[in-house]
C-alpha cells in the first residue's frame, strides 16, 4: 500500500506515545512489534532507524523517529483530526511540546542516571536544573485543561504521557498542578484505547496505571 502507516513499538517504552496518538488520529496503521533482544538492532529496522530506537513510523516513503516529531506530523499530515491549532496559534503547541521533549526528557533522564549539574553548570545543560524544567512546565499547566489553547492537541498527548509516565514511576514530583492536567487526559477515549493495546501486548499486568 502507497499510503501504509506502519508503527514500529515495544509495549514497554516510548511508543505507547505514539500508540495514544495514533488512536487520536483514527486512521488505520500495521504494528510491527519490536523485541529488545533481537529483531531492534537488526538491519532491516537499522534502515528504519539507525539508533536502533523506538518509536518509529513509516507513512509511504515518509519514515519518521522521535516522539514528540511522530506526533507533530501525525497531526500535520492527518489534519481532519484537530491535534493542531491553525498555524498562527501554534506558539505554545510548539513550544511546550519540544519543551518535554527536550529539557524535560533530558533532566528526568539524567537524573535517573545519577547525574544533576551543580549551580554553576546551570548554563551548560539545556534544561539548567530539573527543578527549574518542572518550575517552568507546572506554569504551563497550571489551571489549564490543556497546554495549547482552548482545545486537545498532540501536544497534550506528548506532555500529558511525560507527566503521567513520570509521576508514576517517581522521575517527576507528583504536584497538584500535574495531577489535575494528568487527570483530565488519562481517560480520554483513544488513550484507553491504546493503554488496552499496549496492556494486552504485555501478557501481564501492565504497570501503567492512573497517576
Not at 518509536?55 to 523517529?65: E, K, L, S, W
Request: aromatic share 12%.
Amino acid at each position: 500500500m502507497a499510503n501504509e502507516l506502519v508503527f514500529y513499538t515495544n509495549p514497554m517504552s516510548r511508543g505507547r506515545i505514539v500508540r495514544w496518538m495514533l488512536e487520536e488520529v483514527g486512521q488505520p496503521y500495521r504494528t510491527e512489534i519490536m523485541d529488545y533482544a533481537t529483531n531492534l538492532k537488526g538491519a532491516e529496522y537499522l534502515a528504519i532507524n539507525p539508533m536502533g530506537k523506538i518509536p518509529a513510523i513509516r507513512h509511504g516513503d515518509t519514515v519518521v523517529t522521535e516522539g514528540a516529531a511522530i506526533c507533530a506530523y501525525l497531526a500535520d499530515v492527518f489534519p481532519e483530526a484537530g491535534l493542531a491549532p491553525p498555524v498562527a496559534d501554534r506558539g505554545d503547541y510548539y513550544r511546550w511540546l519540544f519543551f518535554a521533549a527536550g529539557p524535560i526528557e533530558a533532566a528526568v533522564t539524567a537524573k535517573s542516571l545519577g547525574f544533576e549539574p551543580k549551580p554553576e553548570q546551570y548554563r551548560m545543560a539545556g534544561f539548567g536544573s530539573l527543578a527549574a524544567a518542572l518550575d517552568a512546565l507546572e506554569t504551563a499547566v497550571t489551571g489549564r485543561q490543556f497546554i495549547a489553547g482552548d482545545r486537545f492537541s498532540a501536544a497534550d498527548v506528548y506532555v500529558g504521557s511525560q507527566i503521567g509516565w513520570g509521576m508514576q514511576f517517581g522521575s517527576i514530583d507528583r504536584r497538584p498542578a500535574f495531577t489535575a492536567y494528568w487527570d483530565g487526559l488519562f481517560n480520554r477515549p483513544a488513550a484507553a484505547r491504546a493503554r488496552a493495546i499496549d496492556d494486552a501486548l504485555l501478557g501481564d499486568k501492565s504497570p501503567f496505571q492512573a497517576a
